[in-house]
């Protein structure tokens, strides 16, 4: 079956940097886009970035845009999301997903959570002073 193992959040200082893994088995991950969400107290949950099964498209949401890195290694079905310039409203709970539903390059980061199938259990980042 379809496992998410998210790893790699904690306490982080503000300006500060961590880097998120999500270990990915039980599917053919090279064929699946990947999404990290993330989802702060009290809030919805919300696309953070996205990358399609081949490398060749990624999406930012703009509150993170040129601060984090979303990357995958086929090889090792595992998804990263590098991140700097740490601010305190980063502090959420973080979940890598993906989705059995069709979709192209154009509009996997466009499917609403709802429609991503498979999520980990999550890793929390925490950003403060």
């Known amino acids: 079956q379809v496992q998410l193992m998210e790893s790699g959040g904690g306490l982080a200082q503000p300006g500060g940097s961590l880097r998120l893994s999500c270990a990915a088995s039980?599917?053919?991950?090279?064929?699946?886009?990947m999404m990290w969400a993330r989802q702060a107290p009290g809030k919805w949950i919300e696309w953070v970035s996205g990358?399609?099964?081949?490398?060749?498209?990624?999406y930012y949401a703009d509150s993170v845009k040129g601060r984090f890195t979303i990357s995958r290694d086929n090889a090792k079905s595992t998804l990263y999301l590098q991140m700097n310039s740490l601010k305190p409203e980063d502090t959420a709970h973080y979940y890598c997903?993906?989705?059995?539903?069709?979709?192209?390059?154009?509009?996997?980061?466009?499917?609403?959570?709802?429609?991503?199938?498979?999520w980990g259990q999550g890793t929390q980042v925490t950003v403060s002073s």
């Open positions: 997903a993906t989705t059995d539903r069709t979709y192209t390059r154009a509009n996997y980061y466009l499917l609403p959570p709802q429609e991503y199938d498979y």
């Open positions: 039980g599917f053919t991950f090279s064929n699946y886009a």
């Open positions: 990358i399609y099964s081949d490398d060749s498209n990624t």
